[in-house]
């Protein structure tokens, strides 16, 4: 019995080695074939990469302080005609 499970083990690890190689082949082919469409396509060099300098951290981006806004109004009257009460006032 633990002669079995033993053995179930190391198969179990190297079908997952097995796995990962595979996984792994493909995502390296998958990214080959898109850099090898790019030459082709926009005559972009397989070295050509965008590389984000060091002054354009958005992550450590500061807002300015908001202009101050004026001090809140009082709601206006709606417009003659809309409905509201301005329509039963000028009719007295």
Same mark, same amino acid.
């Given at each position: 019995l633990?002669?079995? =499970?033993?053995?179930?083990? =190391? $198969?179990? $690890? $190297? $079908?997952g080695f097995v796995a990962a190689f595979v996984l792994s082949f493909a995502v390296s082919a998958f990214t080959n074939i898109y850099y090898l469409l790019r030459r082709k396509v926009d005559a972009t060099d397989l070295d050509d990469v965008y590389v984000e300098e060091a002054g354009e951290d958005y992550d450590t981006f500061e807002a300015e302080p908001a202009e101050? @806004?004026?001090?809140? @109004?009082? %709601?206006?009257? %709606?417009?003659?005609?809309? +409905? +509201?009460q301005g329509d039963s006032d000028k009719a007295q």
């Amino acid at each position: 019995l633990l002669a079995a =499970w033993i053995i179930r083990a =190391w $198969v179990y $690890v $190297v $079908v997952g080695f097995v796995a990962a190689f595979v996984l792994s082949f493909a995502v390296s082919a998958f990214t080959n074939i898109y850099y090898l469409l790019r030459r082709k396509v926009d005559a972009t060099d397989l070295d050509d990469v965008y590389v984000e300098e060091a002054g354009e951290d958005y992550d450590t981006f500061e807002a300015e302080p908001a202009e101050e @806004q004026p001090a809140e @109004q009082a %709601p206006s009257e %709606p417009p003659a005609g809309e +409905g +509201g009460q301005g329509d039963s006032d000028k009719a007295q």
